[in-house]
């Protein structure tokens, strides 16, 4: 299993940026996936997540209203819009495939990918 983030890179604050995080190696529309972020020296922390069908989302207080969370299970994707960017939400943003349930401190989750830097600068 391979999970792939990619979209990341450094912008002013208000920017936008959108996320995806390609997934291979398993039946994508059978998990649940979310993103969480980590800054070095900190915990990791609960961004958002979706349901297996996209009908359902979760997202942590600190990014409702700025970030959406979406899927595409015909491409096997799954993406993070953040808009209105603070310098606070500089992280490696990772994603995180389960078959059952996205615990909000990623624990026993099935598989996680590689992250993907979100700099944003003031």
């Known amino acids: 299993v391979q999970l792939q983030a990619s979209g990341g890179g450094l912008v002013q604050a208000g920017g936008s940026l959108r996320l995806s995080c390609a997934a291979s190696g398993l039946t994508f529309s059978n998990y649940r996936m979310g993103w969480f972020r980590q800054v070095p020296g900190k915990e990791r922390e609960f961004v958002a997540e979706?349901?297996?069908?996209?009908?359902?989302?979760n997202y942590a207080e600190s990014v409702k209203g700025r970030f959406t969370i979406s899927r595409d299970n015909a491409r096997n994707t799954v993406y993070l819009q953040v808009n209105s960017l603070k310098p606070e939400d500089t992280a490696v943003y990772f994603c995180?495939?389960?078959?059952?349930?996205?615990?909000?401190?990623?624990?026993?989750?099935?598989?996680w990918g590689k992250g993907t830097l979100v700099t944003v600068s003031s």
């Open positions: 979706i349901s297996e069908g996209g009908r359902s989302t």
């Open positions: 995180a495939a389960d078959s059952f349930r996205i615990a909000p401190n990623g624990f026993g989750v099935d598989y």
